[in-house]
């Protein structure tokens, strides 16, 4: 887990309350809704309205990607540093 | 003239979590000091418990003993001043001009903790949300006679209120303390006699308030009725007399 992972692990632990749970807890690779983490789609509003205000980007609710980008930790983390780097250029 | 047949009840606020504990304060009731202590609910996972609020874990901790395992039972939760904290962080939040945070604007309505209580016990029959004034505990009883009547076998009622931020203070003067209160009634009949639990008349009369001074919420008083054996209670509140009488 690199160390923008483990960040965007924590910040969803804090974000939605999950009392007891450690970011060991999340492997990058486990989906975050349904089936895995078991998140809603009430988390992933609340998950993108953290990411926004921590990383200063823009997500689009709209965004058929918007799906893909929040499946795993590794895929938000992936999606966020593209957008650091998107906005550095 | 009503009859509750109270079979159970359960009572939490800060400091306040055992028979022993309420014993005493209801032989020198005090304002327990606040604090920001909370039921664990550590009955629910921590998937279930992270959109519990602290009035959502008082309600949760007092009413849950109290509904049987495959249990249906309607639910009546009072409460006069409701989520105050949640109300006081969003208006903060708008006042800021930031965005608000989904979960919890999702979850500001006075019903979110009766939808809560039904999701994560399955509950499937009816709930009723009440606010009123002072006498909001008496109000929800009223609703928990009219379900009997209707034929519900049993009601199970909660009343709880929290602690309001400081801004506040000078609007909402009657919570000393966090405090919820379970009680699981049944309507009052014959065949009650043999059975554990207490039985209460509870009759509303005209009048007016002349007390000076506020004593207890009204739901801490009936407490405190409860754990040290007192037959009568009035509540007065405006023009209302709320008369509780035990029956022996």
């Known amino acids: 887990m690199n160390a923008l992972q483990q960040e965007i692990t924590q910040l969803i632990i804090d974000t939605l309350n999950l009392e007891d749970v450690t970011v060991e807890d999340i492997p990058p690779d486990q989906p975050l809704f349904g089936e895995g983490l078991g998140l809603d789609s009430v988390d992933a509003l609340e998950l993108a309205l953290a990411l926004q205000k921590r990383y200063d980007i823009r997500i689009a609710s709209d965004s058929k990607d918007a799906r893909q980008h929040f499946t795993t930790v590794a895929s938000l983390a992936a999606f966020v540093q593209a957008q650091r780097d998107a906005c550095a250029n | 003239m009503m009859d509750f047949h109270i079979e159970q009840w359960r009572a939490w606020a800060p400091g306040l979590d055992s028979d022993d504990a309420w014993q005493a304060w209801a032989t ?12 664990s609910c550590d009955f629910l ?10 009035l959502a874990r008082m309600t949760l901790h007092v009413a849950w003993p109290l509904c049987g395992e495959d249990e ?17 962080a969003l208006l903060s939040e708008a006042a800021d001009g930031q965005p608000l945070s989904p979960t919890q604007f999702g979850l500001s309505v006075h019903n979110a903790i009766a939808g809560q209580w039904s999701i994560l016990r399955g509950q499937r029959g009816e709930s009723v949300a009440i606010a009123g ?55 009052s009949d014959m065949a009650d006699h043999a059975q554990a639990g207490e039985r209460w008349q509870l ?19 009936f407490v405190q009725a409860l754990y040290r054996r007192k037959d009568t209670l009035e509540h007065p509140w405006k023009t209302r007399r709320w008369i509780w009488q035990r029956v022996p």
């Open chain 2, 72 to 88: 249906q039972l309607p639910l009546v939760f009072a409460s006069r001043h409701g989520e105050t904290p949640r109300t006081f």
């Open chain 2, 203 to 221: 009759r509303l009369e005209n009048g007016r308030d002349h007390s000076a001074d506020r004593t207890w919420p009204h739901a801490l008083d």
């Open chain 2, 28 to 39: 020198h009731p005090i304002i327990v000091p606040e604090g920001d202590a909370q039921p």
């Open chain 2, 133 to 187: 004034e002072a006498d909001t505990f008496e109000h929800a009883m009223v609703e928990a006679a009219a379900l009997l009547s209707e034929g519900a076998p049993a009601v199970l009622v909660v009343i709880a209120e929290e602690r309001p931020p400081a801004a506040y203070d000078d609007w909402i003067d009657d919570v000393p303390f966090s405090y919820a209160l379970a009680l699981r009634v049944r309507g």
């Open chain 2, 45 to 54: 996972s921590a998937m279930q418990r992270r959109r519990l609020s602290r």
